[in-house]
């Protein structure tokens, strides 16, 4: 019999796999995982609120099954505005590429939490997270971050080219 896993996660994509089962890959300090969550995509499933875009919570796994959950943050804020999904899925696809090669990364995660909950609140302008949680990304990566570039100019050029060399699995 495998052990029950827990760990604190943050979904960053869910697909229905079956009549009723959601595939759901997490990032978490470890790295990106995927799991399958039985029966979450029902109408009354106690995972149906856990499997939803941007949660953050903790969850029980056994094997490659998702068998329980408990939301810590909802995020349901990031949603609702453009820009704000933009820059989740933006911080969320870094800290991916990070924990890509399996080298574990406390840190970028919990730079990760902490910008989707600044995210998930009203925010008048975005370009204050971009700038602060990017750089404190690069910097996580090991980047020198120049000081001397204008971050308005490169905010607005951010939003126009795709990032190179990224799966956007969002």
Same mark, same amino acid.
């Not at 979450?40 to 499933?45: R, S």
């Given at each position: 019999m495998k052990n029950t896993e827990i760990f604190i996660g943050i979904v960053v994509h869910a697909e229905k796999v079956k #009549? !009723? $089962?959601?595939? *759901?890959? &997490? &990032?978490?300090? /470890?790295? &990106? /995982?995927?799991f399958t969550a039985t029966g !979450?995509?029902?109408?009354? !499933?106690k &995972?149906? @609120?856990a499997v939803q875009l941007f949660i953050i919570a #903790?969850? @029980? *796994?056994i094997g490659h099954k998702l068998v329980s959950a408990h939301i810590l943050e909802t995020n349901h804020g990031i949603t609702k505005d453009i820009k704000r999904y933009y820059l989740a899925c933006a911080i969320? #696809? *870094?800290v991916a590429q990070i924990t890509k090669y399996n080298v574990q990364n406390t840190n970028a995660f919990l730079l990760t939490i902490e910008a989707l909950e600044k995210l998930n609140y009203p925010v008048e302008n975005c370009r204050v997270i971009f700038t602060e949680y990017f750089s404190k990304l690069l910097k996580e990566l090991g980047y020198d971050v120049e000081s001397d *570039? $204008?971050?308005n100019t490169a905010y607005a050029r951010h939003l126009d080219i795709k990032i190179p060399?990224?799966?956007y699995f969002l």
């Open positions: #009549e !009723a $089962d959601i595939r *759901v890959k &997490l &990032l978490t300090a /470890q790295g &990106l /995982q995927t !979450a995509g029902k109408a009354n !499933a &995972l149906k @609120s #903790e969850f @029980s *796994v969320c #696809e *870094v *570039v $204008d971050l060399n990224t799966k």
